[in-house]
């Protein structure tokens, strides 16, 4: 969604927004500008569509070394010119990028109309740099903060003004802002993407923070004006881990590195012969986790795939009763949360609104707040009482493939970290774990049949309605396998448990459906073949993924992509790879932006 990138420092701010801008351009927008602050006035361009059209408008004489700009992703207002940031007040002084929503927008407006203010957008956004404007009496710090102290809602915001041209003014509450220490010059952006190629030192901003950045110092102050001593941080990531590298899209790139990913993600974490798993980050609440009574998963989209897989893990390895449940549902809920209950919740990026709306109403409610969270930093992992971070790199098409095999990896190895508190051997915990960590060379061999999953592409490219089923542990997969394909290719797709199929989706079933059945070896496998039969009797097309040597299925399937046998917990880790890439093959095919899908955004940073 929306990005926020700011500088201040020597150099021309212009290249150094600019190159940020496009760093944030995954987590998907649909218009872009940015502004320069004078003494002899602001200066805004802005412009709707990508940041190709916003460069070719730019004035590139434009020299100043202060200057904002953002990547707007519509809410209040229709994506055109007028209503993407930066925002002026009346006056042309004051410009201001925001990420977030401000819910009294209509209050606010209809105020400060009545007191002569022409607003000129349709956004949400403009009441605040109309509202810091006219609370300006000569401090522009200060006004930014009698401002929000009239604003509900959630903002990242950065100001700058005619009045104090080397100075940005940032602040934040529910969206996150981060500011990068360079040698004389300060970057700040609402994702550490924006500033890698420049500096790794960072100082994240928590809610209620405002910053105040000019390139001989920094000041941070709550919007109470209260002194705050930030920390500088080392991120982690590296500027190779965000480029391309010879792939034609980060999609691709992040299904190829899944083994990769994995094996960052287990490393000094598993000790398979002794059945022992270390996780660092949950070591000082092992004596809760031991006496849960109840595990609650909450996340969103792919990540609420991976906790649906969790609730099968929990309840194989761990016996304690688990629910997994959306985030967006939860926080409204009237949820009941009993002593000994955990609530874990699960997001790649660690800034979802409803996943971190859920989590602290389950903190608030007593809960012990656990989080598995790929983004160092982020705001779902500051929040949490405890947790395990991803190590999968960072993750830059929008459609989750690595963050997804990683939180099913860490919910393994969190099952089994609770199950050996409990009651699971050491025995079973060893042959468990030795079969995690031989899952990164099993993805590997998948990957080697690439091209087979594009030929399934190939031959179904001209459907426009899939179905995929799985049970058990394969049907979170199922889900998965229909977003990834809906989400990219924009071809309807479901995904069911298996047995669900007769109650109403096999109506739908023609001549010619494609229908993916996630038939690996298992407890349910004749139960699975039984469905296979039922969707061929009516015509179907049967896509199988399948164990390998399983010779039978490929008597009833019309393609059949095998993937290594492992234990049935784990089978999810594998059969979503040939998944992934039938997805990405036929997103390709149709001509669709694979990493940038349309409406679609990285990070939901709003309800
Ligand atoms: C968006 C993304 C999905 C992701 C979901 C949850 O919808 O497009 O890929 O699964 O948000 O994101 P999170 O960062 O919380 O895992």
């Not at 996780?279 to 986790?289: F, K, N």
């Not at 990540?303 to 194989?316: I, K, M």
């Not at 967006?328 to 979802?352: K, M």
């Not at 990957?447 to 899939?466: G, Y």
């Amino acid at each position: 969604m929306c990005g926020i990138v700011g500088y201040v420092g020597n150099r021309p701010a212009l290249p150094i927004l600019i190159e940020g801008l496009k760093r944030l351009e995954y987590r998907g927008y649909d218009s872009a500008g940015v502004a320069f602050a004078g003494a002899d006035g602001v200066t805004v361009t802005k412009s709707k569509g990508r940041i190709s059209v916003l460069e070719h408008v730019l004035d590139y004489s434009e020299d100043a070394t202060t200057g904002i700009g953002h990547t707007r992703w519509a809410t209040h207002g229709a994506p055109n010119d007028l209503n993407a940031h930066p925002h002026l007040d009346s006056a042309g002084q004051l410009a201001l990028v925001h990420n977030g929503i401000i819910e009294n927008y209509a209050a606010l407006r209809q105020y400060l109309t009545s007191l002569g203010v022409e607003f000129k957008t349709d956004t949400d956004t403009e009441v605040l740099v109309q509202l810091i404007s006219k609370l300006y009496e000569g401090d522009l710090e200060q006004s930014v903060k009698k401002a929000l102290k009239e604003v509900r809602g959630t903002f990242g915001i950065a100001v700058v003004s005619s009045h104090e041209p080397g100075v940005i003014v940032a602040a934040r509450s529910g969206s996150p802002l981060l500011v990068g220490v360079g040698d004389g010059e300060y970057i700040l952006a609402s994702d550490a993407s924006a500033i890698l190629a420049h500096t790794k030192q960072v100082i994240y901003l928590e809610d209620n923070e405002v910053v105040r950045v000019c390139k001989d110092g920094i000041r941070t102050t709550t919007i109470d004006n209260v002194p705050v001593t930030k920390e500088i941080e080392e991120i982690e990531w590296t500027l190779e881990q965000i480029e391309l590298g010879g792939y034609e899209h980060f999609m691709l790139k992040e299904i190829f590195e899944q083994p990769a990913a994995l094996r960052n993600c287990m490393r000094g974490r598993i000790i398979s012969s002794e059945g022992t798993v270390h996780l660092g980050g949950i070591a000082d609440v092992s004596r809760e986790l031991t006496r849960a009574k109840r595990i609650i998963l909450t996340a969103c989209g792919t990540a609420w795939h991976a906790g649906l897989v969790g609730e099968y893990l929990f309840e194989d390895l761990v016996r304690v009763p688990t629910e997994v449940e959306y985030a967006s549902e939860f926080r409204y809920r009237n949820p009941i949360i009993e002593d000994g209950t955990i609530v874990l919740a699960i997001s790649q990026s660690g800034e979802t609104s409803d996943t971190s709306a859920a989590l602290r109403e389950a903190k608030q409610r007593g809960a012990l707040a656990l989080g598995v969270v790929n983004v160092v930093g982020s705001s779902i992992a500051r929040a949490t009482d405890a947790g395990v971070f991803l190590h999968v790199g960072p993750e830059i098409g929008v459609a989750s493939t690595k963050a997804f095999s990683g939180q099913v990896a860490v919910l393994a190895m969190l099952a089994c970290y609770m199950g050996r508190r409990r009651h699971m051997s050491q025995g079973a915990a060893a042959e468990f774990l030795e079969a995690l960590e031989r899952i990164p060379d099993q993805i590997s061999s998948i990957l080697e049949q690439n091209d087979a999953c594009k030929a399934v592409a190939e031959a179904n490219i001209n459907q426009d309605n899939w179905l995929y089923l799985g049970r058990g542990y394969q049907y979170p997969v199922a889900l998965e396998g229909a977003l990834k394909l809906k989400e990219i290719s924009y071809i309807h797709a479901e995904g069911l448990p298996a047995a669900e199929m007769k109650h109403g989706p096999i109506a739908l079933i023609t001549d010619d459906m494609p229908v993916v059945f996630i038939a690996t070896k298992g407890t349910q496998y004749a139960k699975i073949i039984g469905n296979i039969e039922e969707v061929r009797s009516r015509g179907g097309r049967v896509i199988a993924v399948a164990t390998e040597g399983d010779t039978q299925i490929e008597k009833l399937a019309d393609s059949v992509i095998h993937v290594p046998d492992t234990l049935e917990p784990l089978q999810p880790l594998l059969s979503v790879v040939p998944l992934q890439l039938i997805a990405y093959h036929a997103a390709v095919l149709r001509d669709c932006n694979v990493d940038k899908p349309r409406n679609l955004a990285k990070s939901v940073t709003v309800e």
